[in-house]
């Protein structure tokens, strides 16, 4: 079981940090990911971790302004926002599966993850 935290409200420029933990199971040899969706938009692609050693890979939308962590103690993975934007409004979700390949870009599609959290709302005032 996935469960974000951390949504809300953030004027542009600002910072917001989400975190997800996780229940249930090691996450040894998994990644985990972070989508968002906007309204009336696809669901996209935010970035990834590797749990077992922490590597990330992030969508250029994001690169340089968001950065994934993980605390192996409290099974929780964190997306640290920066230098937000409007078009960062979006409801944002982790997810989980099995690291297959040990290339991140691989896990850049939501159909590679099949544990989802809930969604947590991220509004960008400008």
């Known amino acids: 079981q996935l469960v974000e935290s951390g949504g809300g409200l953030a004027q542009a420029g600002g910072s917001l940090r989400l975190s997800c933990t996780a229940s249930g199971r090691t996450f040894v040899n998994y990644a985990m990911g972070w989508f968002r969706q906007g309204s009336g938009k696809e669901r996209d692609f935010v970035g990834v971790?590797?749990?077992?050693?922490?590597?990330?890979y992030y969508a250029d939308s994001v690169l340089g302004r968001f950065t994934i962590s993980r605390d192996v103690a409290k099974n929780t993975v964190y997306l640290q926002m920066t230098s937000l934007k409007p078009e960062d409004t979006a409801v944002y979700y982790c997810a989980a599966n099995l690291l297959r390949h040990y290339q991140l870009a691989t896990m850049a599609d939501e159909n590679t993850f099949a544990s989802w959290g809930q969604g947590t709302q991220v509004t960008v005032f400008s």
């Open positions: 971790i590797s749990w077992s050693d922490g590597r990330t």
